[in-house]
């Protein structure tokens, strides 16, 4: 919501990592998708907020002069997915489409999918991105201190479903 309310606090964020050196800037849109933002009553923002967390990141690359990335954040949808929640996979697709096309409609030179714990999860959006453009896609997965997800997967498998789901670069983080 910082997005809307305080856009110039997140792009002061941005221009104080691209002065520090960064060469990717995420999108202030992490959690921006209708699962999470029902919470808030915010879940017809989702379009809004994503479209306007593009246009800060992009502002402050302009105003900086410098030429960097602008990567459009994209986190789980925060509820769990059939089978082992109630939401579906079509919502969960329609989901992150939702949030993806805007994103993409912003202007962003790349996505990132970050701090995805299950894989089935991370397979929706990859799926659903590789539908709607070819964009780069950078994909980090979250690992326990045992060296799996949260759900047992190993880093092997991970990178193997990762790879044939389309994204460019596979990482870890928030582990």
């Known amino acids: 919501s910082l997005c809307l309310s305080h856009p110039d606090i997140v792009q002061k964020i941005h221009l104080e990592y691209i002065n520090a050196g960064a060469e990717i800037i995420t999108t202030n849109s992490f959690g921006a998708n209708f699962f999470r933002l029902v919470k808030y009553g915010m879940q017809e923002d989702v379009r809004k907020i994503n479209i306007r967390a593009v246009k800060i990141a992009r502002e402050a690359r302009e105003i900086s002069g410098k030429n960097v990335f602008v990567a459009g954040s994209v986190g789980p949808i925060g509820k769990p997915i059939e089978p082992l929640g109630s939401i579906t996979i079509e919502e969960a697709s329609n989901t992150f489409r939702h949030q993806i ?39 980090g997965v979250t690992y326990n201190e045992d060296g799996e997800t949260p759900y047992g997967q190993s880093p092997e498998q991970v990178v193997k479903v990762l790879e044939d789901y389309g994204a460019d670069v596979i990482g870890a983080n928030c582990s």
């Open 101 to 139: 096309n805007a994103l993409i409609e912003g202007g962003v030179d790349l996505l990132i999918f970050e701090t995805f714990s299950n894989l089935n999860e991370i397979k929706i959006a990859l799926q659903v991105a590789r539908e709607i453009t070819q964009l780069p896609i950078i994909a």
